[in-house]
């Protein structure tokens, strides 16, 4: 399996708060990404990067900023959570090389927002 | 950008036999990879199958094997003799070849097929 783990598993927080979500990966990857998953709408692109403190915003980055300062972590943060936020998250992995393709993906994080 | 259609937001099949996902995307690209990823009750998103596009083989995997047709751009995913196991949301997912370019490397996603297994 590849390395990659995020944390926290779950997390309950209450609307105008800020949240961190951790995205780990033990394998080097140049590429990471953050998804939102939603019923009826797939995985949807919140941020990717592309290496050490390069970003840029996906489909759905409204709400959300990210930051990455070592190859290895990838943070994801609300600045002040909203109910629409309430969602599961996502943070995948992925190499440049021919043989280094497909994305990886993390547990995920069951997120609310009251 | 480029789009993954999953028309089949849920598909059904009898324990043992053949059932087939169908995927249809859009790209301006030659050179591309396409996935099919199963998620089971537990969350976690396992690869299923990858096909890269400038192989006109189509890609096999035990009981799992899919349909490419580069020129319609259909990506359909047949599973043969289902299993129990099988039962998953089933994602269609789309990646560039990229190159260097950060936009490439980008992954597309379908809206996913739930599959149920009846014993």
């Known amino acids: 399996d590849a390395g990659i783990t995020q944390s926290p598993r779950h997390k309950v927080t209450e609307t105008g708060t800020p949240v961190t979500l951790r995205c780990h990966q033990t394998?080097?990857?140049?590429?990471m990404y953050w998804y939102r998953q939603d019923p009826g709408h797939g995985l949807r692109l919140i941020h990717y990067s592309y290496g050490v403190k390069d970003t840029d915003k996906g489909e759905v980055s409204d709400g959300y900023s990210v930051s990455r300062s070592k190859t290895e972590d990838f943070l994801l943060t609300l600045e002040s959570a909203t109910s629409s936020q309430t969602s599961v998250y996502f943070c995948?992995?992925?190499?440049?090389?021919?043989?280094?393709?497909?994305?990886?993906f993390g547990q995920g994080t069951r997120l609310t927002v009251v | 950008a480029q789009t993954v259609t999953q028309s089949q937001p849920e598909m059904s099949v009898q324990e043992a036999e053949t059932v087939t996902l169908s995927c249809t995307y859009d790209?301006?690209?030659?050179?591309?990879?396409l996935f099919w990823y199963k998620q089971p009750p537990s969350r976690q998103m396992i690869l299923v199958i990858r096909?890269?596009?400038?192989?006109?083989q189509n890609a096999t995997e035990n009981r799992f094997s899919v349909n490419f047709q580069k020129a319609a751009k259909s990506f359909s995913l047949k599973i043969s003799d289902s299993q129990l196991g099988d039962a998953a949301m089933y994602f269609c997912?789309?990646?560039?070849?990229?190159?260097?370019?950060?936009?490439?490397?980008?992954?597309?996603f379908g809206t996913g097929t739930s599959l149920t297994v009846i014993p």
């Open positions: 995948a992995i992925s190499g440049s090389g021919r043989a280094e393709t497909e994305a990886f």
């Open positions: 790209t301006s690209e030659s050179d591309y990879y």
């Open positions: 997912a789309y990646r560039g070849r990229g190159g260097n370019t950060y936009t490439g490397n980008q992954f597309y």
């Open positions: 096909q890269e596009a400038y192989k006109q």
């Open positions: 394998e080097n990857h140049r590429y």
